[in-house]
């Protein structure tokens, strides 16, 4: 692998364009970003750029036009080209999945944005196009390890840019749980002291999402439990692994069980409905992503927010932790060198001024000191959690292991099945689609 000694010159202008959202960039934007363009309508040369409905075309204005900023300031560097976009929907899986069949049939965009979850499979199916000549191996050595891993194959080529990264973490109201519970029969005991306080006790995604196998996962790996071996193949409900994977399920159970948990959890698959229920005063604690600490400041009264605490989530023993690591990355589908170029200009932009403005969590440790937006004592919570982070296994099978993950819980949670033969279940049918690949 080579890698470019100096890094692209939009590198150098990231602090700037944070300035430039609401100044010269954004005046311009009305010309230069449509619903689905970027740059002159009549520029010669064309990349296709497939994006999520958020940032650029954000529902927030201040954020619409914040990334219209960025897009313009971006653009008027690669003179005589324009980003068509295009917006993939809600349904993740299959847009993905979309992408990849596009892309070996030669119809792909080319540039899009992958979620982590599946850059798995877009490695497996060959369709990135390397990356190496736009990033120093100081850039690289400066993303976090498992960001580093996810983005790189076995020969070391960059295949993607991991933008921002997210984690799993407690939130309590300290007026009603004051202390941060360090393990899992402390987190049981404060969930039975906010439901003797009035509350329903501790809220958590268990309804079918990838959210509630992401969520859980947490707690498997907390006790050193591997989904997959060295080769890629399930080793989940195998061993030493089994058990561990037994103590995670029968953890929830025991939470609902005892009431510390509401058995409506099983229908929880979104983080909003937690948002929700912590505006409307009616949980104290909840088990959600960083991002929910600005949207809780946003959502509650000042008073209300300022009770709100983010803590590690808590381990087996105080000394066993982990947390799930997701986020998204931007990756090149063209050899095209002047498309690769403009992908990782593009993936710099939501980096570094679009994880500032959104203060969504940087995958490279200099950005939290380069932005004024990360000096907030919450962020030195999830620094330090990031520390025990696990990121999903790189491997195609997961998303089938996530599904089966979700079923699982839902059955045991549900008291329709019990762990050992919901877990026997999960098995086979991993196993009858890994064998399919």
Same mark, same amino acid.
């Given at each position: 692998?080579?890698?470019?000694?100096?890094?692209?010159?939009?590198?150098?202008?990231?602090?700037?364009?944070?300035?430039?959202?609401?100044?010269?960039?954004?005046?311009?934007?009305?010309?230069?970003?449509?619903?689905?363009?970027?740059?002159?309508?009549?520029?010669? *040369?064309?990349?296709?750029?497939? +994006?999520?409905?958020?940032? +650029?075309?954000?529902?927030?204005?201040?954020?619409?036009?914040?990334?219209?900023?960025?897009?313009?300031?971006?653009?008027?560097?690669?003179?005589? $080209?324009?980003?068509?976009?295009?917006?993939?929907?809600?349904?993740?899986?299959?847009?993905?999945?979309?992408?990849?069949?596009?892309?070996?049939?030669?119809?792909?965009?080319?540039?899009?944005?992958?979620?982590?979850?599946?850059?798995?499979?877009?490695?497996?199916?060959?369709?990135?196009?390397?990356?190496?000549?736009?990033?120093?191996?100081?850039?690289?050595?400066? /993303?976090?390890?498992?960001?580093?891993?996810?983005?790189?194959?076995?020969?070391?080529?960059?295949?993607?840019?991991?933008?921002?990264?997210?984690?799993? !973490?407690?939130?309590?109201?300290?007026?009603?749980?004051?202390?941060?519970?360090?393990?899992?029969?402390?987190?049981?005991?404060?969930?039975?002291?906010?439901?003797?306080?009035?509350?329903?006790?501790?809220?958590? *995604?268990?309804?079918?999402?990838?959210?509630?196998?992401?969520?859980?996962?947490?707690?498997? $790996?907390?006790?050193?439990?591997?989904?997959?071996?060295?080769?890629?193949?399930?080793?989940? /409900?195998?061993?030493?692994?089994?058990?561990? /994977?037994?103590?995670?399920?029968?953890?929830?159970?025991?939470?609902?069980?005892?009431?510390?948990?509401?058995?409506?959890?099983?229908?929880?698959?979104?983080?909003?409905?937690? %948002?929700?229920?912590?505006?409307?005063?009616?949980?104290?604690?909840?088990?959600?992503?960083? $991002?929910?600490?600005?949207?809780?400041? *946003?959502?509650?009264?000042?008073?209300?927010?300022?009770?709100?605490?983010?803590?590690?989530?808590?381990?087996?023993?105080?000394?066993?932790?982990?947390?799930?690591?997701?986020?998204?990355?931007?990756?090149?589908?063209?050899?095209?060198?002047?498309? !690769?170029?403009?992908?990782?200009?593009?993936?710099?932009?939501?980096?570094?001024?679009?994880?500032? /403005?959104?203060?969504?969590?940087?995958?490279?440790?200099?950005?939290?000191?380069?932005?004024?937006?990360?000096?907030?004592?919450?962020?030195?919570?999830? !620094?330090?959690?990031?520390?025990?982070?696990?990121?999903?296994?790189?491997?195609?099978?997961?998303?089938?292991?996530?599904?089966?993950?979700?079923?699982? %819980?839902?059955? !045991?949670?549900?008291?329709?099945?019990?762990?050992?033969?919901?877990?026997?279940?999960?098995?086979?049918?991993?196993?009858?689609?890994?064998?399919?690949?």
């Amino acid at each position: 692998m080579t890698l470019r000694p100096t890094a692209p010159a939009f590198a150098s202008t990231l602090a700037l364009a944070v300035a430039l959202a609401g100044g010269a960039a954004t005046a311009q934007s009305g010309d230069l970003v449509t619903r689905d363009r970027v740059g002159p309508a009549d520029a010669g *040369n064309v990349l296709t750029f497939r +994006l999520t409905a958020f940032d +650029l075309y954000s529902s927030d204005p201040a954020t619409a036009e914040a990334f219209a900023g960025f897009f313009t300031d971006m653009i008027l560097q690669h003179p005589g $080209w324009r980003i068509e976009t295009q917006l993939q929907t809600g349904a993740i899986a299959q847009e993905q999945a979309r992408i990849i069949e596009q892309s070996l049939a030669g119809r792909g965009p080319d540039c899009a944005m992958v979620d982590s979850s599946q850059l798995a499979a877009f490695k497996t199916a060959g369709v990135l196009a390397p990356m190496n000549d736009f990033y120093t191996e100081e850039e690289l050595a400066d /993303f976090f390890p498992f960001v580093r891993e996810g983005i790189t194959d076995a020969e070391g080529n960059v295949l993607a840019h991991w933008w921002f990264t997210d984690l799993r !973490v407690l939130y309590r109201d300290t007026s009603v749980i004051p202390d941060a519970p360090e393990t899992w029969d402390e987190l049981q005991a404060a969930g039975l002291a906010s439901v003797e306080a009035g509350f329903e006790g501790l809220l958590f *995604n268990a309804g079918r999402d990838e959210a509630t196998a992401f969520d859980w996962l947490a707690h498997f $790996w907390a006790q050193g439990g591997e989904l997959v071996d060295e080769a890629g193949t399930p080793v989940f /409900f195998e061993g030493d692994n089994r058990e561990k /994977f037994l103590t995670a399920v029968q953890f929830y159970a025991d939470l609902v069980d005892s009431g510390a948990a509401p058995r409506r959890v099983t229908s929880i698959s979104n983080y909003d409905d937690m %948002l929700a229920a912590a505006a409307a005063g009616s949980t104290a604690m909840f088990i959600g992503g960083n $991002w929910m600490f600005g949207q809780i400041q *946003n959502t509650l009264d000042a008073e209300a927010a300022a009770n709100w605490a983010v803590s590690p989530l808590p381990g087996p023993t105080p000394d066993q932790r982990a947390t799930g690591t997701g986020g998204w990355t931007i990756a090149a589908l063209s050899d095209d060198p002047g498309k !690769v170029a403009i992908c990782a200009d593009i993936a710099r932009l939501y980096a570094g001024p679009g994880n500032a /403005f959104q203060r969504l969590l940087p995958t490279q440790t200099s950005l939290f000191a380069e932005f004024e937006a990360f000096d907030g004592p919450e962020f030195d919570v999830f !620094v330090a959690a990031l520390q025990d982070g696990v990121a999903r296994p790189g491997v195609a099978i997961y998303p089938e292991i996530s599904n089966q993950i979700q079923i699982l %819980l839902g059955e !045991v949670l549900s008291g329709a099945s019990d762990p050992e033969t919901a877990l026997d279940a999960a098995a086979a049918a991993v196993m009858a689609a890994y064998a399919r690949q």
